[in-house]
């Protein structure tokens, strides 16, 4: 340690945490080393299961012991060895110099408290203030996260606001006793992209304010490239790669960087394909669908929610057409009434000019086997209880065909998606998330569709598999002539993937066109909102680099 | 916002409306036992008299509206239940509704009682294992927990009038008061303590092993959410997290539980009250069973779901009041 | 780099192997298995204990136990041999109650089922009915029921049944609920499976582990209600049962004491063993909590 230097808000050295006996592996977290300055923010960087969250456990000192515990090295906080302290001491601590924001903005925040009660607890904890003087300063500490009117956030109720508010107030919360270091763990995975921008700007305002240290825990390297003036990279526990974040997104050493680097989609899209020629398969004309809140006599109010208003689109063969905007865009809904899971109040699906939505459900079920759908999370959308070959045999034999054969197709089409014919009689449990979400795509090609929806198929996935999931999607749309109909948050994805596409807010299309023209020129202001808030923008992944190794 | 009604209440009121169709269900289904049961009014009414000719028989049944289709007699039942006229016992030689009367302070002393002990050591006993559990403690709450359970409240009361009466002598074997006693005041009441601790006991202690049963793995779930998580991280003690964060959310499950296990609680006084010779309605039920007097029975099952859906609708007062969401919606 | 995550990991052992791995972790689950073990043993040996009449007089009234070695456990005050009783009284106990849940059991699935799945008006209605049934106090319906349909002991354990399907009802209506909100659900929709399919081969398999136990619940009020009902007299006279005994001994309880306590504590163990047994399959089938 060089004597001169100031201490560092956090020092990190050859930690290592233990995980219980019988786990995958015996340590979560193998020599972790790293520092962070005050006034820096820095990154760490990982897949799930890499052992990023721990490290902020191990921290914080929240470890679930004892099966999960530090099994060697040191954390220092401020100079301070937090491994050595007691537990009184350690409470001290928390709150006052060092704090903590987390990912799920609805659930880190106690549902019976107000906002105002629980910002006042950190208060009431560390200091002496008197009541008055702690009300002012939560409702200044309110003020300088940017919450409008924060005498009456004060008394509001966590589900009384919105997402990315709750998060403004673990902000605040975090920050209201100007602690020297700050550890964010994912604060932004679960917003929409233009809040997500809003909250990055905020934490880096205010930590540059205070003169904070910040350790931010992320998987997104497009959030990366926003804000990080450091990054460490984590792999399995094990750090591969620590430096400067100019260095580290644009040159990365070493290779399991560079192939998580080169995953990242890129923000500029191919070049368009034409597809005036190829006729229209899937054609939706004003579509519309509102959700009546249910009220009861009594409730007094009653408010329902337009969710797709007067929607139109056109789909051609072998053509991706995708569905962007953000949660309560009403894209979900979209591919729900494309394939009749929901019921639209009015307007009409024609698949090769059938009317879907005029059909009876006996015609329904038959008229299945031509648009098949892709769901968004893996673990939920395969029945445990049935094995793999079963599960893609499924469709084939509702709709007649000899269960002998459809058996051996499913095996085929194991070896399609790629996966190995052994797959065929395990359950769905025994595979990762992107195993289980290649058996998803088969199943859905078992039927041998003309349409599939594929209804935000990758945003479950870490990112180096998504890649993997998207590039198999692609493969097979061009080689089976299949069209896609792909819903998505991801800009980034809907870059790469999608010839043309659609942006909806509030139930409306915007804006729809060619992906790359979209991209280029975006007509709409909230489109230009949408594609400038893209964490990362201005970073074009390197993708010559994995070849540089 | 159109109504002046305050959201609790509005929703309380929502919640006691849906009991209406519930209650009418009753009433059908009362009636239907009635019909079931063999023997109608009159034929309890002859025997009482010991005997008469059929022609008489025929005018008593028009009388009674019997001799009218099966839906005018619904109706007609239905309409006297809902001013709680349930007809003439033939056993007691008086109206049901008296003899209920009679009985229901007795049911309703006892049911506080068991249920408010039962609850509170149930919570507190929950808590105490789940803040420390898999320790020895839990292990010692729990395993008693699962042998409350398990003992039938009538064996647990012979044991205890064997032990406390019989064997000790500190407590009366039954009755509600020393009948010689002729106690007035603070006197009264401690006489009626004295009398009521063993069945207390019997009836509340397997419903403790639920409450706290439920208390154990509620808190244990609350504890593991992410805002107890902020709420450490923010630097708060234990009893902190257990008092601000933990308790009042994982009471919520508990007080459904109170409501939803109520009327399975006046079920069990049958047999306490009957062991302790309590004059109340359990006691009352178990004779008219043995009597067959079908209309005191049905009296009693209808009052006691009347009971039953006035505690549901307290018990979700108190819910919305501990569940902030539910005011404001 | 292991980042082609298309290798699959290795094959896991057989479900019924991993069940029993986790059911054996816990040491109180297997207790309960071997008491349950016991009274199985009971009821089935009965026969051999006493071939005749388990109500027969055996000796000399009121016999303590351990005196005699014709009747181990003594007699009650009408000489019969409580040992007997107490194996025929197993078979009456585990007779009702298996029946009575599968009773209940049957009628809270259909009912459960139909309401989850299908929501709406029919939920409305299903729920109003079985709310009815959870607000009138169960065990007054119970001695009604009894009080009308007579004291034989098919209709008794007909009636615990009818009296006690409300709770799985809930339950299996909550799981239907959740489960249907599942994405697999969708998915089998999606592939044109119809309602009936829906309901019995795509959620049925995955409502099935807690209700299995769940009916270790039921099972053990079911012979909680039976004994209840027995120690009432309102038994069937013909067959020993546990509730009945200790009924009977009351009268002697001064003097003879052991007459009401031995069978009480067969019940008492009997129902343990099916909630230890509960909380073993809970852990086995649901093995989300681990610790």
Known sequence: MTEAAPTPALKIENLRIALPKGSDRPFALDGLSLEVKRGEVVCLVGESGSGKSLTAGAIMRLLPEPHVHVAGGAIFVQGEDILAKSDKEMKAMRGERVSMIFQEPMTALNPQKTVGWQIDEVLRLHTDLSRAGRKARVIEMLERVHIPDPASAYHAYPHQVSGGQRQRVMIAMALCLSPGLIIADEPTTALDVTTQLQILKLIRELQEQEGAGVLFITHDFGVVAQIADHVVVLKQGEMVESGPASQVLNAPQHPYTQALIASVPSLTPPPAKCFDAAPVVLKGTGLTKTFAARGGLFSGRRKSVTAVDNLTFELRRGETLGVVGESGSGKTTVSRIVTRLLEADSGAVELDGTDLLACSPREMRAMRKHIQMVFQDPMASLNPRKRVVDLIAQGPIVHGENRKKARAQARELLELVELSPAAANRFPHEFSGGQRQRIGIARALALRPKVIVADEPVSALDVSVQAQVLRLLADLRDQMNLSLLFVTHDLRVAAQLCDRIIVMQHGEIVEAGETAAIFADPQHEYTRNLLSSIPGRDWTPPKSATNAA | ?329 | MTMAATDLPPPEPSRPVILWRRFRRNRAALLGLFLFAIVVIMALTAGFIEPDDSLRRAGVPLTAPFINWDTPLGTDQLGRDILAMLFYGARISLLVGVVATLISIGIGIVIGALSGYFGGWVDDVLMRITEAFQTIPSFVLLLTLVAILGSKIEWIALAIGVVSWTAPARMVRAEFMSLRDREFVDAARNLGVSNTAMIFKEIMPNAIPPIIVYASVVMALSILLESALAFLALGDPNYASWGNMIGQGRAVLRSAWYCAAIPGVAIVLTVLSFSLLGEGLNDALNPRQKK
């Not at chain 2, 309890?44 to 049944?61: K, Q, S, T, Y």
């Not at chain 2, 009957?274 to 009296?299: E, H, K, W």
Request: glycine letters at 8%.
């Open chain 2, 1 to 329: 916002m159109s109504l002046p009604i305050p959201p609790i209440l509005s929703y309380a009121l929502r919640r006691l409306f849906q009991a209406v169709p519930v209650i009418i269900l009753i009433m059908i289904g009362t009636f239907l036992l009635l019909k079931l049961a063999p023997g109608d009014t009159v034929d309890a009414l002859v025997g009482d008299m010991g005997g008469a000719d059929a022609a008489f028989i025929e005018r008593l049944r028009a009388e009674y509206g019997l001799d009218q289709s099966v839906w005018v007699q619904l109706w007609r039942y239905m309409a006297k239940l809902a001013m709680f006229d349930f007809g003439w016992s033939f056993v007691y030689e008086q109206p049901v509704s008296r003899i209920l009367l009679d009985r229901l302070g007795t049911t309703l002393l006892l049911m506080a009682t068991s249920l408010s002990m039962a609850f509170t050591i149930g919570i507190v006993l929950g808590a105490i294992a789940a803040r420390r559990a898999y320790s020895l403690t839990d292990n010692l709450i729990s395993t008693l927990g699962l042998i409350f359970y398990a003992t039938p409240s009538f064996f647990l009361s012979l044991m205890m009038i064997l032990l406390f009466s019989v064997k000790l002598g500190w407590l009366p074997v039954g009755g509600i008061k020393t009948i010689t006693g002729f106690y007035t005041g603070w006197d009264h009441v401690a006489d009626v303590a004295r009398h009521l601790i063993m069945p207390t006991a019997a009836l509340s202690l397997i419903y403790l092993s639920f409450y706290l049963r439920l208390m154990r793995a509620s808190v244990l779930e609350v504890a593991e959410l992410d805002y107890v998580r902020t709420a450490r991280a923010k630097g708060a003690g234990e009893t902190r997290l257990m008092v601000h964060h933990i308790m009042r959310n994982a009471l919520l499950p508990v007080v459904t539980l109170l409501g939803l296990q109520f009327s399975t609680v006046l079920g069990g006084s049958v047999v306490v009250e009957t062991i302790f010779t309590l004059p109340g309605l359990g006691q009352l039920a178990y004779q008219s069973v043995i009597q067959r007097d079908m209309n005191t029975l049905m009296g009693i099952i209808f009052l006691c779901s009347i009971i039953v859906v006035v505690v549901n609708f307290l018990t979700d007062l108190l819910y919305a009041r501990l569940d902030s969401r539910i005011q404001l919606k």
